[in-house]
């Protein structure tokens, strides 16, 4: 048995999860892991994540008084972010129906289940702040897990902040405007008001972050109390490169195309152009998902619902990806090129730290099919792309720290 299994063996951790889609894989590969190293993990959550729950080997404990919520169904789904018609107005959305709209029955089934646990430790998904509010309340370290790149100002100034893509300004923006909310709920559980909401994350124990600090500029500026923990998954070995692979130096270009797991409004759109595209590019293209209509494909276009991504990268050579942040680490972490046409806040983010780091490129979400053809044409062709990718590959697999998250654990409870 490890030091990590040792220090963890015993400890109780409730693990508070929203299901927004893709943030649902990341988060599980933590609860899998520090199960795997002795602790016992209650995940309390929408009854949507259940199943995938206990197969990482947490029990399960559904919300019993915070609104249900379902992504995967019309009539489940509470924040229905395919009426956001702007970045701002999903920050909006996700504030009020997520977020603090929500606080205080969330404080609820936070309170309810840590004690019927006898939890030690509360990690909180971070757009969950009632979550933080009850673990405070109850006087229990508490974990900020992020899953997405770290979204305070790190004393930078907002155009500094703005220069890396327009996440962390509207997150403090959106979180600004709840404090009366957030000072309401603070009060109807016993504690007391707070100067600005962001102190209800830099005043908790820990924040993890689960991404590779070579994603996140502000990585080398972060509190002290702030961990990269990485995506949860270990890096893959790097590819070699195509004159590498003995008779594989004429085998077909493939772009993989993995969008959102959340529809919205433009994506239709998005995918009609991108198969036609598809005529005007030398490769073969995967739609991954579901996302194409049920009809006849072009040549050398094929589609499937949801497969693992890291099944299908180590064979791509173009992943094209709305930017959200569980395929974004992963085209980083198999050292894949990406063609990226952000949606929402962290995306565009991505989307930039992309282009800074040479690995990929941004279009818009309503970019026609000739200039996504040349995108396209421009990631295949140009080493560049791929050899940056590569070194990316290589710094993500030097700094992997498999324990990360258990380390930060066995500090608070050890």
Known sequence: MTEHHRELAGTRVLFVLWDGG??????????????????????????????????????????????????RTPGGDLLRIQEATSPSEAARLIRDRVMFGPASPMCQDVTEAAREAGTHVV??????????????????????????????????????????????????RMIKEALPDL??????????????????????????????????PAADSVPGRVRYVGPGFAPPE?????????????????????????????????????????????????????????ERLPPRVRASGYLPLGELLPRTDVLVTLGGHGTFVRGLAFGVPMLLAPFEQDAFNNARRAQHLGVGRQTRLDAPADALARELRLLLADD?????????????RREHRPAAAASVIAELVG
């Open 22 to 71: 893709g943030n649902v894989g990341t988060s599980l590969l933590f609860v899998r892991d520090l199960v795997a190293r002795g602790a016992a993990v209650t995940v309390l959550g929408n009854p949507s994540v259940e199943q995938r729950a206990a197969a990482a080997g947490a029990a399960f404990r559904p919300f019993r008084h915070s609104p249900l919520h379902d992504p």
């Open 183 to 216: 000072n309401e709920v603070r009060a109807r559980w016993g504690l007391a008001p707070l100067d600005a909401t962001r102190e209800q994350y830099t005043r908790a124990d820990r924040c993890m972050v689960a991404t590779h600090p070579v994603a996140d």
């Open 384 to 396: 560049a792309y791929r050899l940056a990718a590569g070194e990316i590959q290589d710094r993500i």
């Open 238 to 294: 790097r590819r070699p490169g195509r004159a590498g692979q003995p008779g594989q130096a004429d085998a077909p270009r493939r772009v993989l195309v993995s969008l959102s797991t959340t529809r919205h409004s433009a994506q239709p759109g998005l995918v009609r152009s991108l198969l036609e595209a598809a005529d005007e590019v030398d490769a073969e293209f995967h739609f991954l998902g579901g996302i194409v209509p049920d």
């Open 123 to 172: 990690v909180a998904d971070y757009v969950l702040p009632g979550a933080l509010v009850a673990a405070e309340h109850l006087g229990l370290p508490r974990i900020v897990f992020m899953n997405a790149v770290y979204p305070l100002s790190v004393g930078e100034s907002p155009h500094e902040a703005m220069r890396n893509g327009p996440f962390v300004p509207l997150f403090e």
